[in-house]
């Protein structure tokens, strides 16, 4: 068995805690207001729409869900150990862990690929084509985003500080100064894949596909498997 | 008949020992694991419950172990110390959630809230709760597979005398039906009321472990420490020196005090009046020094 309705069902009722659920939608509601207004004063323009969708949308929002969403699905029930109703029970653990993780990225994509998809359409642009593009790569990027924070929330009580520091300063900041930092960055493997619909020259990763596809399985199986380790010798100790 | 197995478990934290050397077997009945706080309880609770490693020993359920086996918690109900549940959703669904995760469904959840009373508010969300219904609703949670061993940690903070006794009865029940619970209390009385078998844990390490007769005992007939004042602590001292219900005496100059140790309680009460009498010397003050609990227990891990 790898999805437990039950574990999915907490844990989406977790993540779409009324607060959560706002901040969430923040950032596509302001991606999908900043597409009509440009629509409106530029029309439709490629470059445009790929600025913003890979700049704003790609760059900026995907991840930031993703933290949100990733460390959102485990973290908060282990920092009070409200996790223990959810560990005590003859469910393996990797079921959890996978269970977690679809909704993470269910989460994640419904907040950033979707909003992705119709900021896209909205800016019109080259045959809808880039928004597809840009689409899919938010897609791909909420898996490994997902699993990724996921596992941070497994780690660490400050996953959010150390997911928003990978995504804002090392993939943001670093990845567009230091040329390595590129090639360790989920954002460029998801890049890489939607530069295979994109066509045309407006979405470019700094990634080969080939080598994106592997990273991606990689860090998402890797971490993935952690995350289950991690739970299974998950510790409860007395207050210190 | 299931049993959980503690053997010569020890469990530190960095440099701290946290359980020290620990063997004991936990059967079928109510046990009490008495300690006081910082004694070891949880950290041999969550031990038992699959929550910790120990760092030495093993902890075994029915011989088979415990850590990294999530198998046993078809057998194993907890109910943590910790407050903290899904707070957001209704007591219903909370314990519906902890049915179904053990492979049970609505009817399961139904009878474990009626077992403890909830019923009524099963509709409000937790976050509304007071800290007794948490109680009971976490106690459900542990109740819904029907568990052949229930261990608790403190059950009865927070609840009313009313609620206390109801849970009491609910674990006594249990008990006599055979199966195997263990809860965890820093209150002499508490645990005597309701175990028939008490386990004694003090500053890591195993102090005692009987009947509460036994333990009452072990604990009038500990030495008793006195700091007295007198006219003349000098000639006091050696007056009661002699006597053997007097195990210790130390003098302190600096501040007037002299400190005795009496080991036969009843004997001592009744001399120390009488040699000072004899003796013309005038008793200002006589106190106690150690009644609280901690020093009853840590006399008990010495013994
Ligand atoms: N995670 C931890 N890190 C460091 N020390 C710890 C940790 N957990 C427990 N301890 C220490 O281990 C000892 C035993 O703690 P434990 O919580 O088991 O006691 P307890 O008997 O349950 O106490 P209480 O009645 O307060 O609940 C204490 O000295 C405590 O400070
Ligand atoms: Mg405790």
Do not use: C
């Not at chain 1, 600025?51 to 704003?56: A, E, V």
């Not at chain 1, 080259?126 to 928004?131: E, M, P, T, Y």
């Not at chain 1, 971490?223 to 207050?239: N, Y």
């Amino acid at each position: 068995m790898l999805y437990h309705p039950t574990v999915a069902r907490l844990t989406q009722r977790a993540i779409l805690g009324r607060r959560r659920a706002l901040i969430l939608l923040l950032l596509p509601v302001l991606l999908i207001v900043i597409a009509i207004v440009v629509r409106v004063l530029v029309g439709a323009d490629d470059e445009v729409t790929a600025d913003l969708l890979g700049g704003f949308a790609l760059a900026t929002m995907v991840p930031l869900i993703g933290v949100i969403a990733g460390t959102g699905a485990i973290g908060p029930e282990i920092d009070d150990s409200s996790i223990v109703y959810l560990l005590a029970k003859p469910v393996p653990r990797p079921t959890i862990i996978l269970t977690k993780l679809t909704v993470a990225v269910g989460v994640t994509a419904a907040f950033s690929a979707l909003p992705t998809l119709v900021a896209g359409f909205i800016l019109g642009g080259n045959g809808s084509r880039l928004a597809v593009a840009y689409a899919l790569a938010a897609a791909v990027a909420s898996v490994a985003y997902a699993a990724f924070f996921l596992m941070l929330g497994t780690i660490s009580r400050h996953a959010v500080v150390f997911g928003l520091v990978y995504a804002l300063v090392w993939e943001a900041l670093l990845g567009s100064l230091v040329d390595g930092v590129k090639t360790l960055s989920i954002q460029q493997w998801a890049l890489a894949v939607g530069e295979k619909i994109g066509q045309g020259g407006h979405v470019v990763s700094d990634v080969a596909l080939p080598v994106a596809t592997v990273l991606l399985v990689v860090v998402t199986a890797g971490a993935t498997w952690f995350a289950a380790q991690r739970l299974r010798s998950l510790t409860l100790a007395g207050e210190e | 008949m299931t049993t959980i197995r503690i053997d010569s478990v020890s469990r530190w934290f960095g440099n701290v020992v946290a359980v020290n050397d620990v063997t004991m077997a936990i059967g079928p009945g109510v046990t009490g694991l008495l300690g006081p706080n910082g004694a070891g309880k949880s950290t041999l609770i969550n031990m038992m419950a699959g929550f910790l490693s120990p760092s030495t020993g093993a902890v075994t359920l029915d011989g088979v172990r415990i850590w990294r086996n999530e198998q046993v918690y078809k057998q194993i109900g907890l109910v943590p110390e910790r407050e903290a549940m899904y707070d957001f959703l209704t007591g219903r669904e909370f314990v519906l959630a902890n049915a179904e995760l053990h492979g049970l469904g609505a009817d399961a959840a139904r009878k474990a809230l009626a077992t403890v009373e909830m019923e009524y508010a099963q509709n409000r969300r937790i976050s509304t709760y007071s800290k007794g219904m948490r109680q009971r609703v976490k106690m459900a949670s542990a109740l819904v597979h029907e568990p052949d061993v229930l261990l608790l940690d403190e059950p009865f903070n927070g609840m009313d005398p009313r609620q206390r006794m109801h849970l009491m009865d609910l674990l006594r029940q249990m008990g006599a039906a055979g199966r195997t619970v263990l809860f965890s209390s820093h209150i002499l009385e508490e645990v005597e009321q309701l175990a028939a078998h008490i386990e004694v844990i003090v500053a890591g390490r195993h102090a005692a472990s009987g009947d509460f007769r036994k333990i009452r005992r072990l604990m009038t007939d500990r030495p008793h420490h006195y700091a007295v004042r007198s006219s003349d602590d000098r000639a006091l001292a050696s007056a009661l020196i002699a006597d053997p219900s007097t195990a210790g005496l130390e003098l302190d100059r600096r501040d007037g005090i002299l400190h005795i140790q009496a080991v036969d309680f009843a004997r001592f009460t009744e001399l120390l009046p009488r040699v000072a009498r004899d003796h013309g010397i005038r008793l200002y003050e006589v106190s106690p020094s150690d009644e609280s609990l901690e020093s009853v227990f840590s006399y008990l891990v010495a013994a």
